[in-house]
């Protein structure tokens, strides 16, 4: 099951009151409501947020819905992890302190951009934390093929934050909002991970087999015959009737057609096709697609979403035996020809599919049945200021 992207991840942020600890727990380990007003916004997508997405958050309304969206689940995510311990846990804690510290580092280079760290002050620092980079690496297996590169780097992090916390860095406002950002976000997507494990029981197969039943135009699928004429370079050219990224044998090196050369050839070899001659042959003779021309231009049933939009589009909307006007698609003018239609069988890859829809669709339900409990407070009302155009070239390198 993939994450629920929209509700974690584009704008990872957060917010603190008024140097307040945010994520302070109350006696019984259930959080503090948090309360953010639209100063509390504004600092985080004037003073945090890339200078591009602050453009966009200051035009675009539905990208500002989408930010305090993700403000709320964040947080409320966060409280959640908080809650059920999941903090606690060595390899969650491992991830937040390390993101503590990249935060801390991050505001001493920008302090002090030439502050580099000699291999002396990375040796002494592992010396007098013997245990810890073996620890960090315990729990983020994924580092330990690369592990002396990142080792360098991490080490450097480390005495920066070390730096960063006897210059008081980790007092000022922004570095505060720097760290609960970061720590927020590891522990949203560790809570995330969490309800992962346990998909079962979310959805039955009755379900199953209710939206099969439901929604069956969804399960239909096309088996046609199809000649492509290309305006691509041949090495370009090698799937051109489904989407980039699957392998195909490449075609015979041959001069790219130009558009109107393209479509010129494609219509004369439709007009053949309307008088009455064979379309497998036409299309063993002219098709451009490597992996359906010695078909015929037969190609294996698809489902809706596989090939290309334009392609899609024309192959769903014919019935059998129909042929279509002539189709353009990034890789140029399509002939398509349908052969047969039918629904795919409610087999196991088609409850998987619909299964895994569910899925999905239930565990968005249940984050956002987290969010509208959540002891939050969040100000619908901020302004952003886009990020101000870079400055005018003068022609003077000294100005």
Request: proline content about 6%; cysteine-free; overall charge negative.
């Amino acid at each position: 099951m993939k994450l629920p992207g929209k509700a974690i991840a584009a704008m990872a942020v957060v917010a603190m009151l008024a140097g307040a600890a945010l994520w302070s727990q109350n006696s019984s380990s259930s959080p503090t409501r948090i309360k953010l007003t639209s100063h509390d916004l504004e600092l985080i997508a004037n003073e945090l947020m890339p200078p591009q997405q602050r453009a966009r958050l200051a035009t675009d309304p539905e990208a500002k819905k989408a930010f305090l969206k993700s403000i709320k689940s964040i947080l409320a995510l966060s409280q959640m992890a908080e809650q059920e311990n999941i903090a606690q846990k060595p390899e969650t804690k491992s991830q937040v302190d390390f993101q503590v510290d990249l935060a801390l580092s991050g505001a001493y280079k920008k302090k002090n951009p030439d502050g580099a760290v000699s291999e002396e002050e990375a040796n002494s620092y592992l010396q007098a934390h013997p245990n810890e980079w073996n620890d960090f690496l315990e729990a983020n297996p994924r580092y330990k093929q690369q592990a002396e590169e990142v080792k360098k780097e991490y080490l450097q992090i480390k005495v920066m934050a070390e730096r960063a916390r006897r210059e008081g860095l980790d007092k000022e406002e922004l570095t505060k909002l720097s760290i609960l950002l970061q720590r927020s976000q590891v522990l949203a997507e560790a809570y995330i991970r969490e309800l992962q494990k346990n998909p079962d029981g979310l959805v039955s197969d009755g379900e199953v087999e209710q939206y099969y039943n439901e929604h069956k135009d969804e399960f239909e699928e096309v088996r046609a015959r199809h000649i492509l004429i290309s305006t691509r370079a041949p090495e370009e050219a090698e799937n051109p009737h489904e989407k980039p990224g699957k392998d195909q044998k490449k075609p015979a090196p041959k001069k790219a057609l130009t558009k109107e050369e393209a479509q010129k050839k494609a219509q004369s070899i439709l007009d053949r096709i309307r008088k009455g001659e064979d379309f497998a042959k036409l299309a063993q003779e002219n098709s451009d697609d490597p992996g359906s021309k010695a078909n015929g231009g037969d190609m294996p049933f698809f489902s809706k979403g596989e090939m290309v939009p334009e392609f899609d589009q024309a192959a769903f909307s014919m019935n059998p035996g129909q042929i279509s006007e002539l189709v353009e698609t990034q890789y140029g003018y399509h002939i398509i020809r349908v052969e047969e239609k039918r629904t795919a069988a409610l087999d196991e890859k088609t409850r998987e599919k619909i299964k895994g829809k569910l899925e999905q669709e239930a565990f968005e339900k249940k984050i956002d049945e987290i969010v509208s409990k959540a002891k939050l407070e969040v100000a619908d009302d901020f302004t952003v200021n886009a990020a101000p155009p870079p400055p005018a070239f003068s022609g003077n390198p000294n100005q």
